[in-house]
């Protein structure tokens, strides 16, 4: 089940941060202002396993008129592979034309294989690449995906 995160699923999403995401993790007090509705535009949606009332995945975007950015999805490593990102993206993806947001914009590292075949999978395309921009020298590669059409992925 996907919902939209609340205040007391700050330590279920910190502790996915560091598994997925590790040096890179936001840290506790960024995700617990996002999840405070600190964050002008920020949305934040959990995975909720079926079996259990546990957090297993979660995504956070920015949503502003015309563009949207999905800035975090993340799923418990045991999970993967079971269409839990795929249900957090459609629902990210709803929330964003709602506010009639055109395109849907994210970064991924250019050696996150994984991520970049479910982007694929979800209709994005590469328009920009940074290089150099992670902290450790790795290139970002900018996908996009407009959001004007109707086919969308279940
Ligand atoms: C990327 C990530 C979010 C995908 O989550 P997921 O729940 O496993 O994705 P889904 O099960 O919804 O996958 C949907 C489709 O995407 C593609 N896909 C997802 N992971 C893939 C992988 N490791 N290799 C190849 N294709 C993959 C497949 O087409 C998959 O469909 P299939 O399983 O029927 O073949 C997950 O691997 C993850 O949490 N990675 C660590 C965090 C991260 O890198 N996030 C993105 C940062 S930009």
Do not use: C, H
């Amino acid at each position: 089940m996907i919902r939209t995160a609340e205040a007391g699923d700050g330590p279920a999403i910190a502790a996915l941060e560091q598994e997925a995401f590790g040096s890179d993790a936001w840290s506790d007090a960024l995700v617990s202002e996002g999840l405070a509705g600190k964050v002008p535009g920020a949305l934040y949606l959990v995975a909720e396993d079926d079996a259990s009332p546990a957090v297993v995945g979660y995504a956070a975007a920015s949503l502003f008129a015309d563009v949207a950015e999905l800035q975090r999805i993340a799923v418990a490593t045991g999970l993967r592979r079971t269409g839990i990102a795929s249900a957090l993206l459609t629902r990210v993806e709803a929330e964003a034309r709602l506010r009639y947001s055109e395109q849907l914009l994210l970064e991924v590292r250019e050696n996150n294989p994984a991520a970049l075949a479910f982007y694929a999978r979800r209709g994005f395309t590469e328009v920009d690449r940074r290089p150099r921009y992670y902290a450790d020298g790795t290139t970002a590669i900018v996908l996009a995906r407009r959001l004007t059409d109707e086919e969308d992925e279940a």
